[in-house]
């Protein structure tokens, strides 16, 4: 059975509505044919993980939700809408953070660019600007600019900045990829702790298969040539997770395994 948040309350046919479904969706370019006849579902308040080998259209699904990319056939929904284009109840944290973050503001000033953007008023910023820095581990670095910041601590402003906007959904590129194994665990308990906090629905797009099963209620598998779904993995460990006992956990070897072995098949 598939996994669904205790978050998940539905009152009515809008919060029943899956955050995100792909239906029947096929992606041409230039007469190459990136995805085929993908169709699975995200529920509200789920942290999904997507793996698959390079090429296979994990970012190209992001782009899609983001409705920066139509489908040539077939339909993306958000919360039961068909996507029409970008929406403020989405956001995207990227792997590059530096080209992410403007260098010429400080951390508060671009977490402050979410709030610009939604007009919240001048005398409210600066509180809600603290109190994000506050809950991403920032706090007191606020002045500091990007250059000044170490890698973590950027990609820390980043998810500040996505969480400004108080996104329904949020979107992950591989966003721990270009960090040391040390900043991205610690970053990977962050987001998990975050995203549960807030609500949200995630998205995770990512190579790591043990990060995949560390983070997500489920993680779907690609296939390339075309994109393809291959198969689709419940996570039934128990939360909070923790980086040594969960990943010694016989459950989470037996996942890695069946993971391994589709990457394996895919490539």
Same mark, same amino acid.
């Given at each position: ?9 539905p009152?009515d046919?809008?919060s029943a ?7 029947d969706?096929r ?10 006849g993908?169709?699975f ?10 793996v ?6 994990k970012?190209?699904?992001l782009?899609?939700v983001?409705g920066?990319?139509s489908?040539s056939r ?8 068909a996507v029409?284009?970008?929406s403020r109840?989405?956001?995207? *944290? ?5 080209? $992410?973050?403007? /260098? ?7 977490v402050?660019? #979410? !709030? ?9 910023r ?6 994000l820095?506050d809950k991403v ?7 500091k600019?990007?250059a000044q ?7 820390? *402003?980043?998810?500040a900045?996505?969480? $400004?906007?108080e /996104?329904?959904?949020?979107?992950m590129?591989?966003p721990?990829? #270009? !960090?040391d ?5 610690a970053?990977?308990?962050e ?6 906090d807030?609500g949200a629905t995630a998205?995770?797009v990512?190579?790591?298969l043990?990060?995949?099963i560390?983070?997500?209620d ?6 390339a040539n ?5 198969d689709?993995?419940d996570?039934?460990?128990a939360?909070?997770r923790d980086?040594?006992q969960t ?6 070897l037996?996942l ?10 895919s490539h």
């Open positions: 059975m598939n996994h669904v948040s205790p978050l998940l309350a009152v046919e809008a509505a899956p955050a995100i479904a792909f239906d969706i992606l041409e370019f230039g007469g190459k044919c990136i995805l085929e993908l169709s579902a995200v529920a509200q308040g789920e942290f999904a993980c997507v698959g080998p390079s090429g296979c259209g970012t190209t699904l782009r899609l983001t920066l990319l489908p077939g339909e993306v929904r958000r919360l039961g809408n029409d284009g970008p109840e989405v956001a995207i *944290v990227f792997q590059d953070y530096g080209r $992410a973050l403007l /260098p010429w503001r400080t951390a508060a000033g671009n402050g660019l #979410a !709030l610009e953007a939604m007009g919240t008023p001048r005398q409210e600066a509180e809600r600007i603290d109190a820095l581990g920032l706090s007191g670095h606020g002045d600019y990007p910041l170490s890698g973590g601590m950027q990609q820390r *402003v980043q998810i900045r996505c969480l $400004a906007q /996104p329904r959904i949020l979107l590129d591989e721990f990829g #270009a !960090l194994a040390l900043t991205r665990q970053l990977q308990d987001i998990a702790g975050l995203v549960s807030s998205l995770f990512t190579h790591d043990d990060e995949a560390y983070l997500g489920r993680v779907f598998a690609l296939e075309p994109g393809r779904l291959a689709v993995i996570v039934g460990l939360r909070p980086q040594l990943r010694e956990h016989p459950e989470f037996r890695r395994h069946v993971l391994f072995d589709h990457v394996q098949k």
